[in-house]
């Protein structure tokens, strides 16, 4: 079976130089250069057009998906970042808190782009910048409240196949049930941008303006900008940058025995009402019904990923692929189970579909690019590589290249939704 020796940063840094694609700023002097130096950076697919008249736009990652994603696929943003998230009363956790969580997030992944963005809203809401760099892992004057959720976001962001019950039930020492939805929701959401911003490359803003508000005297023109004495040193306990390995993928007849295995969900799922507000069109599975918890701002994201196995430029074939390969590195046995339905549906024999977990020399090169692109974007987006996606570009017209981004990035996010709520198989 294929083992990926690719990993996570799950300790302060040694000897070993960092792992990746890129390099990670091991200070926060270092992590400054490195954001204020991306915004000069080459992105993996070419730059689009200036497009004044579209509001998806605006920013550099909204550009990208309005001109290399169709139409139906372009609007999916991840659950308690979308402009709507306010208004959802079932969203309660305060939004400067969750852009901590985004910030955490986007250094686990070692992303340039979100964690720069992350900066400067951070910096928006008045938050120090001493107080940014303690979020690198100087956890010590948060409250255990804030510190339950700092260490659940690490390591759903780096080990999601290790996230158990036992991380659920210690959030819910510190947060109500639809809380810690909403931590699960939007920290996932977090990972699946993460994989879409830095897996492309896409380099940052000139400056940080469009985040500044009156009231706020920081500078939002560079990155580069004093660190105190107090965190100067200190280095990074949240980039990748000491790596391990996830464990070599588990046998047919295990995974067999693990779908038989009788699920409880670890978090409520919504009742029928709310459910049928994002799933209009007959039974609802177990995964909408979960996040109907939050129908108003995930209705997009349940459309997003339904029109995602539905619809687009890539084979039906392939999109199951991607889903496949996704969770079975990310241990994600219900997203597994659906992934497996879509290949069937496609035309896949059973033995075909477990010979996904080898070498996939049969394949056609196509197919072997995009699944070597998505496993690594799915384990360690950090090492995915300029030459990863010029193979990719071999074969593919360069929207089906950002489409392969795109469905990996959705799985990213339903991966970790799925399991850590421990959702049973849909009948």
Not at 70 to 80: H, I, N, S, Y
Not at 201 to 223: L, V
Request: proline share 6%; hydrophobic share 40%; aromatic share 8%.
């Amino acid at each position: 079976m294929m083992t990926l020796t690719l990993a996570l940063a799950l300790s302060a840094p040694g000897a070993e130089p960092p792992e990746t694609s890129k390099p990670v700023g091991l200070t926060r002097d270092e992590e400054k250069a490195l954001l204020e130096k991306h915004k000069k950076a080459t992105p993996r697919l070419p730059m689009p057009p200036a497009d004044p008249t579209n509001p998806l736009a605006r920013v550099n990652n909204g550009a990208f998906r309005a001109y290399y994603l169709p139409a139906e696929l372009r609007e999916t943003r991840p659950a308690g970042t979308t402009p709507g998230r306010d208004a959802d009363p079932a969203m309660t956790l305060d939004n400067t808190f969750k852009v901590k969580l985004f910030w955490i997030a986007s250094r686990a992944n070692n992303c340039y782009y979100c964690l720069g963005h992350q900066e400067y809203k951070l910096l928006g809401a008045g938050v120090s910048d001493n107080d940014i760099a303690a979020l690198d892992g100087d956890w010590r004057e948060a409250t255990p409240k804030e510190r339950a959720a700092y260490e659940f976001t690490r390591k759903l962001t780096h080990t999601p196949h290790l996230v158990t019950a036992a991380d659920v039930e210690a959030l819910k020492k510190h947060y109500t049930a639809t809380q810690v939805a909403e931590i699960l929701v939007t920290v996932a959401g977090y990972n699946s941008t993460n994989r879409w911003t830095d897996g492309l490359n896409i380099p940052a803003e000139t400056d940080g303006a469009r985040f500044k508000k009156d009231d706020i005297r920081a500078d939002f023109s560079t990155f580069k900008t004093p660190t105190s004495d107090k965190y100067a040193k200190q280095t990074t306990t949240v980039a990748p940058v000491k790596l391990a390995a996830r464990p070599p993928l588990e046998a047919r007849d295990k995974v067999e025995a693990i779908w038989k295995e009788k699920r409880t969900a670890t978090l409520p799922l919504a009742d029928a009402k709310a459910t049928a507000e994002v799933w209009t069109n007959g039974a609802a599975p177990n995964w909408a019904a979960l996040l109907a918890t939050f129908p108003k701002s995930t209705k997009g994201r349940v459309e997003g990923l339904r029109a995602g196995m539905e619809k687009g430029a890539l084979s039906a074939k392939l999109k199951a692929e991607i889903a496949w390969v996704a969770a079975r590195n990310d241990r994600a046995w219900y997203a597994l189970a659906i992934a497996r339905e879509r290949l069937k549906k496609a035309g896949v024999s059973e033995n075909d579909i477990w010979k996904l977990d080898g070498d996939r020399k049969d394949l056609p090169e196509a197919e072997q690019a995009a699944l070597v692109l998505a496993e690594t974007l799915t384990v360690a987006p950090w090492k995915v590589t300029d030459e990863m996606v010029e193979r990719c570009r071999k074969s593919f017209k360069d929207a089906e290249v950002a489409e392969i981004f795109y469905h990996t990035c959705n799985a990213a996010f339903f991966d970790r939704v799925t399991e850590v709520a421990g959702l049973p198989l849909d009948k």
